[in-house]
Each structure stands twice: as structure tokens, then as C-alpha cells.
């Protein structure tokens, strides 16, 4: 996929960014992608798939293994409460204990347990079958069990760091991604964690801060699992569709470079804020754009994006982009709005550095 | 397993339809009540007439009170039901979809008790 996006940005123009640059972008690299690994390696593919089969875990404590995964479409129900699903994956699925999910959410241990007494009672009493979904629901509930292992994740990634639900939020993922092998964005979720975790420690500073990505000791990085999480990436790539898990994870692997490719970062945005319209996405976006074509362009973006102003990144962004044109006033403007909403002390650090410039 | 499909709307949403929207209403529950027929889902199904018809009983002390009225006033009154027999939730969910009603109010599923030793 890489090779392509080379190729595209090589050819477009650089006053002009397509107007449909993702699809474009993602159709090529998957069908260059398709040819290469359809072709050559079914065989080694289920051989592989196999073998990472045979491999996972059996959680002697959990569950029979043959149903974790109807369990977990099950426990991501939307007849369920939506405040059951991470409790009930993490307790029916990850074999945790009601006093390790209490405390890693930190809910009350009676609350939690009243929560999965009610949900569990209602899959028995409701009827919710254990299953994986029919073809025609398929989509919208793979989507709900792929949100539950991100919430896990991300309830994990902090600060503070909580390294067994990230831990734990992985093997889900690899779970699902071995028992639904023809799922793209199963194995996008897959790489999107593992090439986040592999930053994890270089993420969070000795006293417990965020460390912004371009600050971050690459030293720290675990190479291990940023190729581990590319070689998923790489498998979801050769799927048909795309996601907005795999798109991510196109990201983060182009962010673990040795240097930041921001063209294909911003095609990459560019795509994913179609599939998945936001103004946080409207805003990476615009950040790609103006580090790979030009602080005027990434401005016209960021002033284009509606309901945003409360965000302190817009205007730290804003502040980027005002100052490397030259318009230092209304740059210091910008930082200082940026610096009165900033939540955390990191971030507050940053825009005064910016601001005594 | 059974599933009671409760239909709740607004209570006066039928009076508010033109005589042509109400033939079409009418036209899709037909239609509705067709299809889950010939599927061998369906157990019963009724329209009710409107809460203005409701009387609201209730007995204590030994002595029974009937008054004018539904148990509750609410803007969205129950309209109508389906009992269905089907395997799973998701089926109900599927057939509950259908219901004409479904586009304008909510409909409500309820598993009906099987076993009543393990309530």
C-alpha cells in the first residue's frame, strides 16, 4: 500500500489534492495488494492462519475456546446495555474477575456486579443467541464488538496506563481476527493496537505525562510489535473493503517511520474523513495537509471546520500554521486561546514554549 | 421461543392521517400480517381500539373500581400487538422491524415466561 501511496502522491499535482484522493489511493494499493497475495500465497496464508490458530491461548479460566467468538457478539448485543458490553467481553470473554474489571474502571465492585448479573440474565431470558451473526447483520454488529475491544484499549492506554487491558484488549483483537480471518477491518483493529502499544512506554513521561508523538524517544518504541502490527495491517490490506480501523493503522504504521510521511498521512485522512465524518478527523486532517502541502493549505481547512472552537488543538494548530506564514499576530492569538482551553499541564507546557518564541 | 410484539404510538396519530394515508396504513399492516402468517411465526395479533375506550379496573379492599381511563396517560398509548414464535431475539427484533407502526412509534419485544420454576 506504502508503494502506492508513493506513487500517487508523485503523480498528483501539489497544488492539488484530489477530490476523492483516499478511494482512489486505497482501490490501487488493494488491487497491486490482491494480485501480489491472492496469486501467491493462499496456501501460505492458510497455512498461517492455521498456525495462529493452534497458537492462541486457551484461557483455561474463561471459556470453552470453540465459542469465545459467538460469546462475544453475544455479550456486544444491542439489546444489551451499552454499559454492559466492556464488562460482560472482559468477564464472559477475557476471563477477568468482577473485582479486576471493578477496579480497572473504577466502579463500584457492587455496581459492576448488579451490571452483569442484569445482562446475563437477559441472554438467557431474552433470548440473545450465541452466535455469530447472519449476513445481513453482520456489519452493524461486527462493528459493536470491534467498539467494545477498542473501548478496552483505549480505558487501558491512558495515562495512567493499565497494561493488562491493553494486554487483554489485543488478545480479543487477535481472537477475532484469527476466527474471522476474511474480516478487514477485524485484522485493521488488530494492527491499529499493536502499533499503538508498541509506543507505549515512550508515550507516557517518567512523571506520569503525556508525551507528544514528534517528542517521543524512538529508542523506546517495541520494533517487535510495530512489525507485528504491520504484518496485520499488511493482512487486512489484502482483504477486500476498508475501514476506519485499518485506515488508522495505515497512519500509525506511516507514523512509525524513521520520518513521518505526511503526504500519505493526509490521503490517508482524507479517506478516513469520508468514511467517518468528524471534526477531530476534519482537523488531523488538516494538520497532514498543511505539514505535507503547505501551512496555507492546512489553514483553509482547519478555518473551514464547524464546532470546534472550544478544542485547544484547532487553535494550537492554527497557531502552527499563522506563525510559519508569517502572521505572528494573530499566531500568539491563536496560542493563547489554544493555552486558555489546554487541559492537561503537558499541553499547557507546549503552548508556552510556543508562546515566549 | 414466544415474544410479545407490543406496538405504542401516539394515540391520536390514526385520526391525524388523511382517509388515503389511512388506506395505505391499513393496506401495509394487511400486507405485514400476511407475510408473518405465511411464515407459520405468528401465534395471535389485534389491533386495539383507541384509549378512549379504556377502563382501568383495580380491586381493593374486596371491592372492584372501574374508572374511565388508561393505567397510565401518556403521550405514546399501546396500539396493538403480534405474538410471535421464533428462535432467537434477533428473529423478533427482525419481524418487530416490520411492523408499519415501527416507523412512526416503538415497538417493545417481551419474551414470554416459558418456565416458570426458574423465574
Redesign the interface.
Known amino acids: 500500500m506504502q508503494d502506492a501511496f508513493v506513487r500517487a502522491a508523485e503523480r498528483w499535482p501539489r497544488d492539488g489534492v484530489p477530490d476523492n484522493p483516499g478511494a482512489w489511493i486505497v482501490a490501487t494499493a488493494k488491487n497491486r495488494a490482491i494480485d501480489r497475495i491472492r496469486r501467491e500465497q493462499t496456501l501460505a496464508r492458510k497455512t498461517e492462519l492455521l498456525a495462529r490458530a493452534e497458537a492462541l491461548p486457551d484461557e483455561e479460566d474463561a471459556v470453552i475456546p470453540d465459542e469465545r467468538l459467538e460469546l462475544l457478539f453475544a455479550c456486544c448485543h444491542p439489546a444489551l446495555a451499552l454499559d454492559a458490553h466492556v464488562p460482560l467481553t472482559l468477564s464472559l470473554v477475557g476471563g477477568l474477575t468482577t473485582p479486576e474489571i471493578a477496579r480497572a474502571f473504577l466502579v463500584p465492585e457492587a455496581t459492576l456486579a448488579q451490571r452483569l448479573v442484569r445482562a446475563k440474565r437477559k441472554i438467557r431470558d431474552a433470548g440473545i443467541p450465541l452466535r455469530v451473526p447472519p449476513e445481513h447483520l453482520l456489519p452493524e454488529r461486527l462493528r459493536s464488538v470491534l467498539a467494545t475491544i477498542y473501548l478496552v484499549f483505549n480505558a487501558g492506554y491512558g495515562p495512567p496506563v493499565r497494561r493488562e487491558l491493553c494486554a487483554e484488549a489485543i488478545r480479543l483483537a487477535a481472537l477475532l481476527a484469527t476466527l474471522m480471518p476474511d474480516e478487514v477491518e477485524a485484522h485493521g483493529l488488530h494492527a491499529l493496537l499493536l502499533l499503538q502499544d508498541a509506543r507505549r512506554d515512550a508515550r507516557v513521561s517518567p512523571d506520569g505525562e503525556l508525551v507528544l508523538l514528534e517528542d517521543q524517544d524512538r529508542a523506546l518504541w517495541d520494533e517487535a510489535e510495530i512489525a507485528q502490527g504491520r504484518a496485520a495491517l499488511d493482512r487486512s490490506l489484502a482483504l477486500p473493503g476498508t475501514g476506519p480501523y485499518q485506515l488508522q493503522a495505515a497512519i500509525a504504521s506511516l507514523h512509525a517511520e524513521p520520518e513521518s510521511d505526511w503526504e500519505q498521512i493526509a490521503l490517508l485522512y482524507a479517506r478516513l474523513a469520508e468514511l467517518q465524518p468528524s471534526p477531530v478527523i476534519e482537523l488531523n486532517l488538516a494538520v497532514a495537509v498543511g505539514k505535507a502541502f503547505g501551512a496555507e493549505r492546512g489553514l483553509a481547512i482547519a478555518d473551514a471546520i464547524p464546532g470546534l472552537d472550544e478544542y485547544h488543538l484547532l487553535h494550537s494548530a492554527r497557531g502552527h500554521f499563522l506563525r510559519e506564514l508569517g502572521r505572528e499576530d494573530e499566531a500568539r492569538q491563536a496560542y493563547e486561546r489554544a493555552l486558555a482551553l489546554a487541559p492537561s499541564e503537558v499541553e499547557r507546557r507546549f503552548l508556552r514554549q510556543r508562546l515566549e518564541r | 421461543?414466544q415474544?410479545m410484539l407490543l406496538i405504542y404510538g401516539e394515540d391520536s396519530g390514526w385520526k391525524a392521517l388523511t382517509p388515503e394515508q389511512q388506506r395505505e396504513m391499513g393496506a401495509a399492516y394487511f400486507a405485514f400480517t400476511d407475510e408473518l402468517r405465511a411464515s407459520g411465526k405468528m401465534v395471535a395479533g389485534d389491533a386495539l381500539q383507541p384509549v378512549a375506550t379504556a377502563t382501568s379496573v383495580r380491586v381493593r379492599g374486596g371491592e372492584t373500581l372501574a374508572t374511565d381511563g388508561p393505567f397510565a396517560e401518556t403521550k405514546e398509548a399501546l396500539g396493538g400487538y403480534y405474538l410471535i414464535d421464533v428462535?432467537?431475539?434477533?428473529e423478533?427484533?427482525g419481524w418487530a422491524a416490520k411492523i408499519p407502526g415501527a416507523a412512526y412509534g416503538t415497538i417493545e419485544?417481551r419474551?414470554i415466561v416459558t418456565d416458570y420454576e426458574a423465574m
Do not use: S
Open positions: 421461543m415474544y428462535d432467537t431475539l434477533d423478533a427484533i419485544v419474551p
